[in-house]
Each structure stands twice: as C-alpha cells, then as structure tokens.
C-alpha cells in the first residue's frame, strides 16, 4: 500500500524536522494511515487524504518534547511529595493510536447526523398538516 503522504509533508505540517528513528516510524506509520483512510473511503480526494494522513500520523508522533504527559492526556495532575499522577485521555483514541477524528470523518465524506424520511414526504409536497 503506497502512502499518500511523504515524511516532508508531516515535517512541514509539525514544524520540527524528525529524528531518524522518527523519520522510520513516520513511514510506517503513513503507510497504516493509508490502509485506514482506503477502509473508511477509498474514493477520497488525493488532497484529502494527504491532509488525513499527515494528522493522523502527527497525532501519533506527538509534538517531540520529553514532558512526562502522555500523549493523547487531555488533562492531567502531578504532585510533589505524595508522588502523585493522574491523566485523562481524549475519547479519540489511545496514546500513539492512529485513528480518525470526528473532523477528518467528515472530510473524507461521513456524516454521522441522524435523520427521517417520510414516504408520504413526497405525495405532500413536503407540507405537513
């Protein structure tokens, strides 16, 4: 499976050149980004998919600081003395998980709204009494 997007493109997109252990990791991990975005849509616009693929992987590299907060932590408290963590992770997936957001759904053509459809919707004219 070829990857839609190049290493370059998620350094562009990340503002940091990578190391070469993440450089090897980013390749991998596009290629995977790949096989997710095909299963989602594989009709997607080119454009898009090298949009989806570089967030995805970017998420999944982290930002590159040594900070102790995980990746993926939308909140989180350390203490001192008691030595003492705790960390809430984001609904969107687990630390260093590829995975799709609700906005890249959207961009690659999913609409996740619930709707009805009256039969009798179209013999009415769309006027209900």
Do not use: H
């Amino acid at each position: 499976m070829a990857a839609y997007a190049t290493v370059e493109d998620v350094e562009k997109r990340i503002l940091r050149e990578l190391s070469e252990t993440e450089e090897s990791v980013c390749s991998v991990l596009l290629d995977d980004a790949a096989v997710i975005i095909d299963a989602f849509n594989k009709n997607a616009g080119a454009d898009t998919k090298l949009t989806v693929s570089c967030r995805m992987v970017i998420r999944a590299l982290g930002d590159g600081s040594t900070n102790d907060i995980p990746l993926g932590a939308t909140q989180g408290s350390m203490s001192g003395l008691s030595y003492s963590q705790s960390w809430t992770m984001g609904g969107g997936g687990s630390a260093g998980e590829l995975y799709l957001s609700k906005i890249e759904k959207e961009l690659l053509g999913y609409s996740n709204k619930i709707g009805s459809y009256s039969p009798v919707q179209g013999v009415t004219g769309g006027c209900f009494i």
